[in-house]
Each structure stands twice: as C-alpha cells, then as structure tokens.
C-alpha cells in the first residue's frame, strides 16, 4: 500500500490543488455509479481513500 501511495504522489506531484481534488470526487462518483457488489467499484473507492491522503497535504502546503 505504501508504494501505491508513492507512486500516487509521484503521478500527482506539481498538479494544482483542484485538478487533484477533482480527480478524487470523480472516482467517487463513478464508484457511486457502479453496483455494490463490483470489484471496480471498491477499487475506485480505494484510489479515492488515497488520493484524499494527498489532498489533505496539498491544503497543508
């Protein structure tokens, strides 16, 4: 989980603020979409777990 996260930061390093949060409420939204029994749909909720991590230390600068 950590290298996932690494690599997370890496991809989303000297993105504006908006764009990543953006991206965090679009997974969610898709994951709400998808039926509760898909595996993509916990996949997405996942991706969105972490990409709140980083949007948090974003904010904090």
């Keep these: 989980m950590r290298a996932t996260l690494r690599d997370l930061e890496k991809i ?8 990543v949060l953006a991206t965090d409420l679009l997974l969610g939204q898709r994951a709400r979409a998808l039926q509760q ?8 909720y996942a991706a969105t777990t972490l990409l709140s ?3 948090v230390r974003g904010a904090r600068g």
């Design 12 to 19: 989303m390093d000297g993105e504006p603020h908006n764009k």
């Design 37 to 44: 029994h898909d595996p993509e749909r916990w996949q997405l």
């Design 53 to 55: 991590g980083v949007v």
